[in-house]
Structures are given as C-alpha cells and as structure tokens.
C-alpha cells in the first residue's frame, strides 16, 4: 500500500489548490479515505472523508462549503478541491486510508498574501 500526496503549495488568500492522492496497491473505491492537515505546532485534524463504495463525503465544519472531496476509480486517486483558502489552512496535508491506517508524507499548503 502507497499514497503520495501531490499539488500543495503557496497561494493567496482567495484562491484554489487540488491536492490529489495516488493510490497504489489497492483499489481506492473499496475503502474509505480521508484527509487530515496538520498545522505548525498544532495537532494533525480531521478534514474530509469519502466513503468506499458510494462515495459519500463528509466534512469538518471549518471547510464545509470550500472544500471538497472526490475519488477518481479510474485513475485510482482521491482528490481534495480546496477553495477561497484562507491563511488558517496553513498546513501539511496528508492522505490516509482508514482501514490499516496507511498515510502518504504529505503535502504543503500555505496561505499567506
């Protein structure tokens, strides 16, 4: 089992990044996959989770309505559109399938003007 993250980087406040999650070793669709951050001398959270088959996402509240998740079974990723960021979304994201608790290395996003 591998994830890598990829796509973080330095955007202003306003703007838009998609992170994506390769999968590999596994077929995403069969599990339930999930998105944490964890900033600077802060504990890692919970951002967003897309359930396995279905597919039916949920979201922590600070994000609801800016971020979404999506899975593409074709190219085997998880995806997170993050939208009108803002400097509090300041971390390092990382991917993690929930059943074996496997996470990628992680992404760093910044949000600074």
């Known amino acids: 089992v591998q994830l890598v993250e990829s796509g973080g980087g330095l955007v202003q406040p306003g703007g838009s990044l998609r992170l994506s999650c390769a999968a590999s070793?596994?077929?995403?669709?069969?599990?339930?996959m999930t998105w944490y951050r964890q900033a600077q001398g802060k504990e890692r959270e919970w951002v967003a989770t897309i359930s396995s088959g279905r597919g039916s996402t949920d979201y922590t509240d600070s994000v609801k309505g800016r971020f979404t998740i999506s899975r593409d079974n074709a190219k085997n990723t998880v995806s997170l559109q993050m939208n009108n960021l803002q400097p509090e979304d300041t971390a390092v994201y990382y991917c993690k399938r929930v059943t074996g608790n496997y996470w990628g290395q992680g992404t760093q996003v910044t949000v600074s003007s």
């Open positions: 070793g596994f077929t995403v669709s069969n599990y339930r």
